[in-house]
C-alpha cells in the first residue's frame, strides 16, 4: 500500500472506529440438552383420549389467572394448579368443547382434521368468569365460564368479528371497561380486518373502516393492553407507504380512544374516530440502518427504571435471512408519537410525506373527546365534519417510535426466535432483566439484560472480569451488556406428537413465585424451571461465575436458587467480578451480608462470545447434561496485536521476497545479429482423389484453357531392377493398352457388356461426335472410361504413390509400376512398358492446349473414383469439318 503509512492502517483496522459492526452472536455460557431436559414434566393430552392421541394437543393460547394456568387447545380448555407437584404436570379440571356442525364445515371445502373447535380467545372477563372463543367448524361461536369450575354461564354468542374462523389466523382480545376489544377477521375468506369493539353496555358497537388499505392491510395482530385513555394494539401488516418496494411488512402500533362513540351520521358513523397507527421501529444503528420489521411478540407493560414500557420481539422479512431482535419501548415515548405529523401519499410515484400543521384541522384528529384539545367537545360524535373527514383518510403518522436506548437489547441471527417472557425483577434485589426466548427449533433462550443503556447513569468501566466481552473503544452499547446465561433444547419429537414444524415455540408464560416456566409446542406443555443451579454442585466458583441471578452461594448448602427464606450469608456475582474464576479453588466472590442482599454491580458483556474460563464444572456438568467450554476458551489475543503482527509478517515477507529477486535477476546479455528463415522443407503432395485445379489467369487470358503442370513437377518413380522387371508377371506383350490378352480386373460396379477393343472403337467411331455414351446399366460413375490427352502433350498428374484401385480387392498386391520412359501410345509410340494396362481417368473438359476441343483424345485411358458422381454435359453437336 505505497504513500499510506502503517500506524494509519492500523487504526483503520482497531474495532470501535466510527464505523460499528452489526452485533455478533453471543456464544451461550452454557448449554443444556435433551438428556438434561428429558425429565421435566409434559402433558400432551387427556389420558384415553383418542383425538388428542391421534391429532396431539393442538395448543392454542394460555392464561395464568387466580393460581391457575388455563390453557386453550382443541375442543378443550385445560386449567392447571400452580402449585401441584413440580414432578407432575396434569390438569385438575378441564372442559370439553366440540364443534356441532363439522358436515357443513366439510362441505366448504375443508378437511376434517380442520373441522374441529380451535379455542383461539381466552380472556378475563371479570374477576370469576372468562370468555372463551372457538372456531367451531369455520362457525364462530364464544361462551362464557366460570374460572373456579370452568362451568358454563348463559347463552352463547356470536363469534364474528370476535374470534377469526380459521386457526391459522391471528387474533388479540381484552375486556376494558365492560367492553371487549377484539382485534381479527370477521369473514370467511380472511379479507376483511378489523379492530372492534363489542359486548358494550349502553354503547354501540364500533369498528374501523371496511376494506381500507390506509387502516389496516394484511394485519398480523400480536398484542392488545391498555394504558391511559387509549387502548392499543399492536400488530404488523404490509406497509402501504412502501408499497413501491413490493410487499414489506412492517411493525405497527395502534391506538383508539376508550370513550369513543364513533362519528356522525355523514362521516365515520359507528367507526372509529380516533384510530390513528404508527410505525414502531428496531434498528441496528450505524452508516446504513438496519430495522427488524416483523413484529412477533410483546409483553404486558412492565417497570424498567420505574416507567411503563413493553418488551417486543422482532424479526426479519420472511424471504430474508432468519435473524431476531428485542427492544424496549416506553410507553410515554409511544404516546408521544402519535403527536407527531400525520402521513398523505404525494406525486405519481407515491411517496409519503408530512401534512403541513396549517391544513391539520382543529380539534386534532385522533384525539379523545372531553380532555386535551376536545376538552370542549361533548362526545366524538360532535367533532367537526372536517376533523372527521381528515381522521378518515389520514390514518398513518408520518413518524416512528424509537426504543428505548437506540438499539436493540439483544440479537440473533441464523435463526428465528417467535416468544418472549421477561422477568423485570430477577436476583435478590429485584433489579436484573432476564428474558427467556423461544426458538422456531424448539430451543429456550435465557438471556441477562443489563437495563443501564435503558436510561439509567452508566457505572464506570472496570476492569473486565471473565466471560465479559468489552473491547476497547466500547462506550458500552446495547448489545455489549448482554449475556446468553443458557440456550436449553426442550422440544422432543418422541415425546412431543405434533403436526410440521410442531418444534416452534408458542407460548411461554413466567410464574415468578414458583421460578418456573411454561413452555408450550403444539402438541405439548412443559414445565421448566427458570434455573439449574445443582448442576454446579459444590464447586463455588462455577455457582459464582455462572453469573446467573436465580443462583446463590450458599456455604451449607452449595448452589441453590434464590428464594426469600433463604438464611443470610449467601453470595452471588452477577456483575462478574475480576477476582471470580469458574474453579473450585478459591477466589472470594461477592459476599451478601445479613440483611443486605447487595453486592451486584453492573454485568458485564460477553459479546466475544467466549464463556469463563470457570464455567465448565467437570463432572457436574456432564451429570446434568450441559456442554460448557474448556478453560483454554477464554485465552484470547488482543485484536490490535493480531493485527499489527500479520501487516508485520506481511511487510517482511514482501522485503524478503524483493531483495531475492534482486540478487538472483539475471543480466540480460547482447542480442546476436539474427538468424536467416530456414528454408522451409518441401514435402511431397499426399494423395488426391481428383488431380490439382490449375491456376486462375495466365497467358492466355482468363478464358484461355488452363496451363496444366510441368514435367519437372512430377516426381519421377523409382526406377526397378532387371531382376524385379523379369519377377513381374508378363501378359501379352502387346504395346497397345486395348490388348485382349491383357483384360482389365473387373470393377466395383457390374461387369462391362463390351471388351476394351469394342470401347475403342466406339471412342475411335468414324464421324461421331467423340463424346462417349454410356448405356445404361452398364456400371457406375466411377467405371465410365474417357479419352485422355496424349503423353507427350500432357504430362502425368504428380503423386507420391500409385494410385489406389478400388477394383482391386484389399488383400491383392499392389500393380507393378513402370517407368516413364517405356510407356506407349495409343497410335503406337513407345510412351510405356508392356504389361498390365493403368487405371482409366476422366478426361479434362477443356482438352489440351492447342488440340480440338471436343475431338476424341488419344493417350492412356486411366480408371479413377470419385468422391462424387460426376454430372456429364450434353454432347454438344459436332462442328462442321472436325473429325
Not at 466510527?18 to 414434566?41: E, I, K, Q
Not at 416483523?294 to 422479512?317: I, N, S
Not at 503442370?709 to 531382376?723: K, V
Request: proline fraction near 14%; glycine fraction near 12%.
Amino acid at each position: 500500500m505505497p504513500g499510506v503509512p502503517l500506524p494509519f492502517v492500523l487504526l483503520l483496522l482497531v474495532p470501535g472506529g466510527p464505523a460499528r459492526a452489526f452485533p455478533r452472536d453471543l456464544v451461550p455460557r452454557s448449554t443444556v440438552g435433551l438428556a438434561a431436559t428429558a425429565a421435566y414434566p409434559r402433558f400432551g393430552g387427556l389420558r384415553g383420549d383418542n383425538g388428542t392421541a391421534r391429532l396431539g394437543l393442538d395448543f392454542q393460547h394460555m392464561l395464568r389467572l387466580n393460581g391457575s394456568l388455563l390453557v386453550a387447545a382443541r375442543d378443550h380448555i385445560y386449567a392447571f394448579d400452580l402449585g401441584q407437584d413440580r414432578g407432575t404436570l396434569y390438569p385438575q379440571r378441564h372442559v370439553t368443547w366440540e364443534a356441532q356442525d363439522r358436515e357443513n364445515c366439510a362441505m366448504r371445502g375443508r378437511r376434517q382434521d380442520e373441522c374441529h373447535n380451535y379455542i383461539r380467545v381466552l380472556v378475563p372477563r371479570d374477576a370469576g368468569t372468562l370468555l372463551a372463543c372457538g372456531t367451531n367448524a369455520f362457525s364462530p361461536l364464544c361462551r362464557t365460564y366460570q374460572v373456579s369450575s370452568l362451568a358454563q354461564e348463559g347463552e352463547e354468542v356470536s363469534g364474528q368479528a370476535r374470534c377469526p374462523f380459521d386457526a391459522k389466523q391471528s387474533v388479540v382480545a381484552l375486556f376494558v371497561d365492560g367492553s371487549l376489544y377484539s382485534a381479527t377477521v370477521a369473514d370467511f375468506q380472511a379479507s376483511d380486518a378489523v379492530i372492534y369493539r363489542s359486548l358494550s353496555p349502553g354503547r354501540p358497537p364500533l369498528r374501523t373502516l371496511k376494506y381500507s388499505s390506509r387502516w389496516l392491510q394484511e394485519p398480523h395482530f400480536v398484542q392488545a393492553l391498555p394504558y391511559g385513555p387509549y387502548v392499543y394494539f399492536f400488530f404488523r401488516e404490509v406497509a402501504v407507504e412502501l408499497s413501491a418496494l413490493g410487499k414489506v411488512a412492517v411493525a405497527r402500533v395502534a391506538r383508539v380512544c376508550r370513550n369513543d362513540r364513533g362519528g356522525s351520521p355523514r362521516v365515520l358513523e359507528r367507526r372509529w374516530t380516533s384510530f390513528l397507527k404508527v410505525r414502531l421501529r428496531c434498528p441496528v444503528p450505524g452508516d446504513a440502518v438496519f430495522d427488524f420489521d416483523v413484529l412477533e411478540a410483546v409483553t404486558p407493560p412492565r417497570a424498567l427504571h420505574g416507567r411503563p414500557a413493553v418488551l417486543a420481539l422482532f424479526g426479519t422479512q420472511p424471504n430474508s435471512i432468519p435473524g431476531s431482535a428485542v427492544c424496549a419501548f416506553y410507553l410515554a415515548d409511544v404516546e408521544r408519537a402519535f403527536e407527531g405529523p400525520f402521513a398523505e401519499p404525494r406525486g405519481a410515484a407515491g411517496t409519503w410525506a408530512p401534512v403541513p400543521e396549517d391544513r391539520v384541522p382543529r380539534p386534532r384528529p385522533g384525539c379523545c373527546a372531553g380532555t386535551g384539545p376536545a376538552a370542549a367537545v361533548g362526545t366524538s360524535g360532535d367533532l367537526p365534519d372536517e376533523t372527521l373527514a381528515f381522521a378518515k383518510e389520514h390514518p398513518l403518522l408520518h413518524g416512528a417510535v424509537a426504543p428505548a436506548g437506540g438499539r436493540p437489547l439483544f440479537t440473533r441471527t441464523g435463526t428465528r426466535l417467535t416468544q418472549l417472557a421477561v422477568d423485570v425483577g430477577a436476583g435478590p434485589r429485584g433489579n436484573h432483566t432476564v428474558l427467556f426466548l423461544g426458538a422456531e427449533d424448539g430451543r429456550v433462550l435465557k438471556v441477562l439484560v443489563a437495563t443501564r443503556h435503558l436510561g439509567a447513569t452508566r457505572h464506570p468501566s472496570g476492569t473486565p472480569g471473565p466471560g465479559d466481552s468489552r473491547e476497547p473503544g466500547d462506550t458500552g452499547d446495547a448489545g455489549s451488556e448482554t449475556l446468553l446465561l443458557e440456550e436449553i433444547s426442550l422440544y422432543d419429537p418422541g415425546r412431543c406428537r405434533g403436526p410440521r414444524g410442531a418444534s416452534r415455540v408458542l407460548g411461554l408464560e413466567l410464574h415468578p413465585p414458583g421460578r418456573e416456566l411454561y413452555v408450550a409446542f403444539a402438541g405439548c406443555l412443559v414445565r421448566l424451571p427458570v434455573s439449574r443451579c445443582a448442576r454446579h454442585g459444590a464447586c463455588r466458583g462455577s455457582c459464582l461465575a455462572a453469573r446467573d441471578p436465580y443462583c446463590v452461594w450458599l456455604p451449607p448448602r452449595g448452589c441453590v436458587p434464590f428464594s426469600e427464606d433463604l438464611p443470610s450469608g449467601f453470595e452471588q456475582d452477577v456483575e462478574g467480578s475480576p477476582g471470580i474464576a469458574g474453579t473450585c479453588q478459591g477466589h472470594q466472590g461477592t459476599r451478601v451480608a445479613p440483611g443486605d442482599t447487595g453486592g451486584l454491580a453492573r454485568p458485564r458483556s460477553a459479546l466475544t462470545d467466549a464463556p469463563a474460563a470457570g464455567d465448565s464444572d467437570g463432572d457436574g456438568d456432564l451429570a446434568h447434561g450441559v456442554r460448557q467450554a474448556g478453560p483454554g476458551a477464554a485465552a484470547t489475543v488482543p485484536v490490535p496485536v493480531l493485527v499489527g503482527c500479520v501487516l508485520g509478517a506481511f511487510a517482511l515477507g514482501a522485503l524478503a521476497t524483493g531483495l531475492l529477486v534482486a540478487c538472483c535477476r539475471r543480466p540480460a546479455g547482447p542480442k546476436g545479429p539474427p538468424q536467416p528463415p530456414a528454408t522451409p522443407r518441401v514435402q511431397p503432395p499426399g494423395p488426391r482423389l481428383y488431380p490439382p485445379l490449375p491456376p486462375q489467369g495466365g497467358a492466355g487470358g482468363p478464358r484461355d484453357p488452363p496451363e496444366l503442370p510441368t514435367p519437372e513437377a512430377t516426381p519421377q518413380l523409382p526406377t526397378r531392377t532387371p531382376r524385379e522387371r523379369a519377377a513381374e508377371p508378363r501378359c501379352g506383350q502387346a504395346t497397345h493398352l486395348g490388348t485382349p490378352g491383357c483384360p482389365e480386373p473387373p470393377g466395383p460396379g457390374p461387369p462391362p457388356k463390351a471388351t476394351l477393343e469394342e470401347l475403342l472403337q466406339r471412342l475411335h467411331g468414324a464421324g461421331g461426335s467423340g463424346w462417349p455414351v454410356t448405356p445404361p446399366g452398364s456400371g457406375s460413375f466411377a467405371s465410365r472410361v474417357q479419352p485422355g490427352p496424349p503423353l507427350a502433350s500432357l504430362p502425368p498428374a504428380p503423386r507420391d504413390g500409385a494410385p489406389r484401385r478400388l477394383d482391386v480387392p484389399p488383400d491383392s498386391p499392389p500393380p507393378p509400376r513402370r517407368p516413364l520412359a517405356q510407356r506407349h501410345s495409343l497410335g503406337g509410340t513407345p510412351a510405356r512398358p508392356p504389361g498390365l494396362a493403368r487405371g482409366l481417368t476422366r478426361m479434362h473438359s477443356l482438352g489440351a492446349p492447342g488440340g480440338p476441343l471436343w475431338a476424341p483424345r488419344p493417350g492412356t485411358l486411366q480408371r479413377s473414383l470419385s468422391a462424387k458422381p460426376p454430372v456429364l454435359p450434353k454432347p454438344p453437336l459436332a462442328a462442321p469439318g472436325r473429325p
